[in-house]
């Protein structure tokens, strides 16, 4: 089961027990957060899923940003890149999130990781 969304800030790719966002913009607001996750909240309704972050292509997220996630809902975050300012920069927004975290080199990893932590 898949379902895609579109938002003004990229595309929210949902499955069973996780959602992929693939951002388009060079920075994520705290609005454009808060839509990516209206919608993700929507689809999931009141099941726990972990949210993986594409990061193919570079972008910051606005610490504020972290304000709507419902850690009751988001139980995991996942971040995708190769690319190592990224991971340092992960590291950092680790502590606004109160739940499981990950970061992954490839999409594979991170989806196997957030079917073991939805479990």
């Not at 089961?1 to 027990?17: A, D, H, Q, R, V």
């Not at 919608?39 to 304000?67: E, M, P, T």
């Not at 190769?82 to 992960?90: F, H, L, T």
Request: proline share 3%; charged share 30%.
């Amino acid at each position: 089961m898949f379902k895609s969304y579109t938002t003004s800030i990229g595309i929210l790719e949902c499955y069973p027990n996780y959602c992929i966002a693939r951002v388009s913009v060079p920075l994520v607001t705290k609005e454009g957060a808060k839509e990516l996750l209206q919608c993700s909240y929507k689809h999931f309704g009141n099941k726990r899923y972990v949210l993986i972050s594409d990061r193919k292509d570079i972008y910051k997220v606005d610490s504020q940003a972290y304000k709507f996630v419902n850690p009751r809902k988001i139980v995991g975050i996942a971040l995708v890149s190769e690319n190592e300012k990224v991971k340092s920069d992960a590291l950092e927004k680790q502590k606004l999130f109160d739940g499981a975290f990950g970061f992954f080199e490839n999409m594979e990893d991170a989806i196997d990781w957030a079917k073991t932590v939805v479990k």
